[in-house]
């Protein structure tokens, strides 16, 4: 056991660095010693060792956040604000620490890293007012004498697993509202971020003077996931979960869950359409497409997959979107200068491939990018990709897009709906109430008329439908962490029928 004090993730200290996980307050290793190497996707370096946990690791987490969620869920309104606002400043006075740390764990360049600083911040602070949100209602009664009360209570331990793409954002929307809410937390981060995407939340949390229990972080080594899943999911004690990650896991998740008669909150992939009309601003069209479909070298689960473009406006779009893809180059994230950098492992560099290789070979032509140095792909526009091409209608995670010509509205619709997913759409034209009643009709949670598929304000109603799936934060968060209790009062003796 080591105490909190010894422990650093300053970005002068060279990798690799020693981390610890936060069980009750206390910074420990893995109950059985065991750890693993952090690795960083651009160098191929080891970037930190981390303790790598099991099935007991996440009982002691779990034990430590049922017990201390009656003091946590009955602290007054001011205190729990002032720890919100505290968190918010201890982050940004870690910023530039922050900053390289996800450009070494996770491949971020500084402007997404910077972004979801900035985010994360922003989280924190909307967050410190929900303790004085009203906690419920008056609900009228039919009964004379009768008083009736809803009343919002947390719901006790929540089971946090977070990805690792928008590591520092995600792992801190895994924790806030749900703490914010008066529930205790137990976070486990993707294997591939542990640092930005739950150690440093558990570091952050502690420095602003959350209780000890309160957040729980624990880390696995990869492939090891199931032990901990395993107690997350059986034990009663957890009574619901936050899960932001891949619809195929989240399906899973949402099964053992289901089994359990427990909630989880679902944020999961997208497949997400950009319409452009040919009314639109070609100059801005070309921008928005841009950042849209290679910011985080489309690591995002709202990049634009596929630009739909009205006829008379495809060729010359798809001219000058092409050419400016070929000077988006990934490199080094440590670069305060790069704007993009690698995929995050073998095995994402493996994906996006594929999935490229696999529409080529069926027809599709590679208009700009394709290549890829070591795990930084380069910004790759495909057309023509058939629809048996998986990469025509399923999410690719990485720096790949495809552009289709299209004649009509309907025809433009049915191709943004052919997609299982249903996170983000954007559509591009002068008529802005053409954008809107046509944004009315695309299914996705989130249309922004003449705007990229990305919005990102802590505030917004944020999430999908179909299988992107149905989780909704911003202040609507405060329903999915909490119950509805109904409190009656009887101001006088009623009158029974026995
Ligand atoms: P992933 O599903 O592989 O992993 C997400 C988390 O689930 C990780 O912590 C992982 O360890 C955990 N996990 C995996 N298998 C598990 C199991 N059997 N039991 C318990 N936990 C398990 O996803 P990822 O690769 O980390 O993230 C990328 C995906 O997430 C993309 O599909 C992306 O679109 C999606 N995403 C969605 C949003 C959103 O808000 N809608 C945001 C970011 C990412």
């Known amino acids: 056991m080591t105490d909190k004090a010894t422990i ?35 160098s191929g370096e080891v970037f930190a060792e981390i303790p790598a946990s099991g099935e007991a690791d996440a009982q002691r987490a779990i034990d430590a956040a049922d017990k201390a969620f009656p003091a946590w869920a009955a602290m007054g309104a001011r205190a729990r604000q002032a720890l919100f606002l505290k968190a918010a400043d201890v982050l940004e006075r870690r910023a530039d620490e922050i900053v390289l740390l996800m450009a070494q764990e996770t ?55 977070s990805p690792w793409n928008g590591s520092l954002a995600l792992g801190f929307r895994t924790i806030v509202a749900p703490l914010a809410c008066g529930n205790t937390v137990v976070l486990k981060p993707s294997e591939d971020a542990p640092v930005c995407a739950g150690l440093l939340m558990g570091e952050i949390m502690t420095e602003a003077g959350f209780p000890p229990g309160v957040l729980n972080v624990i880390t696995h080594a990869p492939g090891q996931v199931g032990p901990i899943a395993d107690r997350l999911f059986e034990s009663r004690k957890v009574r619901a979960y936050n899960f932001t990650g891949s619809s195929a896991t989240g399906s899973l998740l949402a099964a053992r869950a289901g089994k359990q008669l427990k909630r989880i909150a679902l944020e ?73 950098g690698p995929l ?30 070591g795990r930084c792909f380069e910004p790759t526009v495909l057309v023509d990709v058939p629809a ?39 559509v591009m034209t002068a008529d802005v109430w053409r954008g809107v009643t046509l944004g009315g009709r695309i299914q996705a949670g989130m249309v922004n008329v003449n705007g990229p598929t990305m919005g990102g304000e802590p505030q917004i109603p944020f999430g999908g439908v ?33």
């Open 466 to 498: 179909k299988d992107s799936g149905w989780a909704r934060f911003g202040r609507w968060a405060i329903d999915m962490f909490t119950d509805l209790n109904l409190v009656t009062v009887s101001q006088a003796r009623r009158h029974y029928p026995l």
């Open 107 to 161: 491949g971020s360049a500084a402007p997404f890293s910077r972004f979801q600083v900035q985010w994360a911040a922003g989280l924190l602070r909307q967050a410190a007012g929900y303790p004085y949100l009203p906690g419920g209602e008056i609900v009228a009664s039919d009964t004379p004498g009768v008083f009736a009360m809803a009343v919002r209570k947390p719901l006790g331990v929540i089971g946090g697993i």
């Open 388 to 426: 048996d091409a998986p990469i025509h209608c399923e999410e690719v995670f990485g720096p790949v897009v495809l552009v289709e010509p299209f004649d009509s509205e309907d025809e433009a619709l049915e191709k943004a709906n052919g997609t299982q997913f249903g996170l983000s759409a954007s």
């Open 268 to 340: 999961l992939g997208g497949y997400n359409p950009m319409i452009i009309f040919k009314d639109a601003d070609l100059d801005y069209s070309v921008d928005t497409a841009i950042f849209a479909a290679f910011f985080h070298q489309g690591q995002i689960c709202m990049n634009t997959r596929k630009i739909l473009v009205e006829r008379p406006l495809y060729n010359e779009f798809l001219d000058r979107f092409v050419a400016r893809a070929k000077t988006v180059q990934p490199g080094d994230p440590s670069d305060p200068r790069t704007k993009i």
């Open 8 to 42: 650093t993730t300053t970005a002068s200290i060279a990798p690799p660095r020693q981390f610890q996980q936060l069980i009750d307050g206390e910074w420990v290793g893995a109950l059985e010693g065991r750890t693993f190497n952090d690795m960083n996707p651009f």
């Open 344 to 373: 995050i492992n073998d095995q994402a560099l493996a994906n996006v491939r594929k999935g490229v290789d696999e529409a080529v070979a069926k027809g599709a032509r590679v208009l700009a990018g394709g290549g890829n140095q």
